[in-house]
């Protein structure tokens, strides 16, 4: 079922004619008399290519609506709008079957039973995928990716959707086969069933040539959306529920009667690659972006990883968006990016030696949604989060679960009360995978999200093309709480006797209101000690942390100060950049988004943190507290030729014996270097500890400088600790 649109009633095309009887649609309009004449050849001639016309136009427009529901998640006309048009061009084609065309949209409502299904030979086998279940699994497959390609390669990361494998066959851009997976070799031919799929392109067009023939893999399967309207349907009408979305995919694509399969509600992901004849994309990246210019829903959240250590940063972020699909997804696929590389590694009789699937054991189990709170961060971020009845998943007592933002439970429909499943994959964080809408009772609540803070009161604000609420107000009690314990944390400020329940003494007893108050507790030593199970040693314990951190380097501060976009990484860029915290402050917007790694979103989310009043104040009350701003530019003090890494590029890898990585990479920049995430051909060292990885092995493969601590302390002149 399509959601409410946006802009209903809007058409793209406006139909004059052929759509009522009145007179005021005919072309001579009211007040003229019909002429009743057998048409001339000519007027014939024009009244077919006015019926071409409209039936063209409708074509577009109804793939450009499917486009826009199915690809953007963006509809622009209501459902009834849409059958109307659809029904429009269906009684055209029906009247002039010379202008029918296997890939107008009218195909897709699904054709007249068949008796059985015909087995067809794959060209290109669908092999199975191996796979692994852990990080030293993916170590062994990169490991044996290496050895055996002794180049450089990428990898490209994408989810793996717990469907069903389906190839699409599209020669001089129509579809002509779609076939099952079957044994890998042979499959069944469900082309009357594919053609009912959602959004899936009967026809496929582009700007340049297309391929002779291309077979686009991926995988059918029904959105967590859909199939928990179906099972409602279903206990509607006395019916046994479908168990899970994968096989009620799998039943409809076999079934005889494709208006049957429609129901359904089937839809598409592409991901792969099989028989293809004038195809000019050279890596998977390229492949899929071609793909999406041809109208194809692709795999969504497609990463691109230099090696295994970036890959293993990009795994992180996708389990984190999980969340954000409405589909079952069991693990993360690992591909080299290149085709030329994949054949050098080829095939096992099994499955390709170029991608690997790092899968998880997922966990479900059915609670009841209690209550739904809202908590505010340190960045102002306003979460929704589902309370829970206790329920155990996977040896754990799940009692909460995130529900994101307001878009994610307008999705989910969810309200208090519901009975949902909540998911655990593995290790990441329990999620709310859908509302089991047949268990309503009538007793359900609904949930208004709030639009001021829920703890200051203060306007919530979201910034355009985002899908998180926040809250302004940088003085919030809720915020400050999480922002002190931010700056104080490890990788802020580090500063020792100030971890969390710290903190919530301190706020409790009013000693501190602000960042900026954490360095006049020294002044406050008798009402410390009388803080419940404060001691002398305590107390000098936080007192000597606080000071030590005054000399902390500046993008500990910075990464300190919580402005939105500036994470550890991002801190070190602007210190190595600019040198001191003035002038970062008085940079204009477009030198800060000229600094490499930087960029224009960072850029302004400085720039407006700076530009604010109270931030302006905070950074005053630090200097007044004598925290360290930062040196010039300590580049500009080595000479060309002076320092033994000037002009150099030194990747840290690996736990080093004394150094911390932050550390090694202050000590590179000090000596006139430059750190770098990855290794390459323009790496000049690699400072290398235990548990290294494949970035070591990436440095002896292509010849790279490899360093210990000690060697690396040596080179610089300096000491260890």
Known sequence: MRPAPKGAGRFL??????????????????????????????????MSASIRQEIDMLRREIDEHNRLYYLEAKPAISDREFDRLLARLKDLEDAHPEYDRPDSPTHHVGGEPIEGFVTVEHRTPMLSIDNVYNEDGLRE????????????????????????????????GLLRRAVTRGDGRRGDDVTHNARTIRGLPLGLTHKKSLPAVLEVRGEAYISNTDFAQIRAEQLERGEEAYANSR???????????PKQSRRRRVRFFAHGLGYAEGLLAVSHSEYLD???ELGMAVTPGVRVAADLDEAFERIGEMTEALHELDCEVDGIVLKVNRFDQRAKLGSTSKSPRWLIAYKWEKYEAATTIEDIAIQVGRTGKVTPVAHLA???????????????????????????GDRVIVEKAGKIIPHVLRVEIEARTGKETGFQFPNGCPVCGTELIREPEEVDFRCPNPNCPARLRETLRFFASRGAMDIDGLGVKRVEQLLDAGLVAGLADIYRLSNRREELLALERTGEKSVEKLLTGIEVSKARPLWRLLTGLNIRHVGTRNAQVLEAEFGTLDAIMTASEDDLAATEEIGPVIAHSVRTFFDT??????????RAAGLNFGTPIQRAAVKEGDGPLVGKTVVVTGTLPTLKRQDADELIRRHGGKPSGSVSRKTDFVLAGEKAGSKLDKATELGVKILDEAQFLALLGESAG
């Open 141 to 172: 497959f990169d490991k044996r990716v290496r050895k055996a390609l002794s180049e450089p390669f990428e990898y490209a990361l994408e989810y793996k959707i717990d469907g069903v494998a389906l190839a699409l066959i599209y020669e001089a």
């Open 290 to 292: 071609l793909l999406r």
């Open 247 to 257: 096989n009620l995919t799998a039943g409809a694509l076999k079934l005889l009667d």
């Open 390 to 416: 206790p329920v155990e998943i996977a040896g754990t007592t799940v009692s909460r679960a995130s529900l994101h933002n307001r878009d994610e439970i307008e999705r989910l429909g969810v309200m208090i």
């Open 613 to 622: 009043p109270a931030s302006r104040q905070l950074v005053e009350e630090f």
């Open 13 to 46: 095309l406006r139909h004059q004619f052929h759509t009522s009887d009145s007179k005021d649609n005919l072309p001579n309009g009211p007040g003229h008399e019909l002429n009743l004449a057998a048409p001339s050849r000519r007027e014939l001639r024009l």
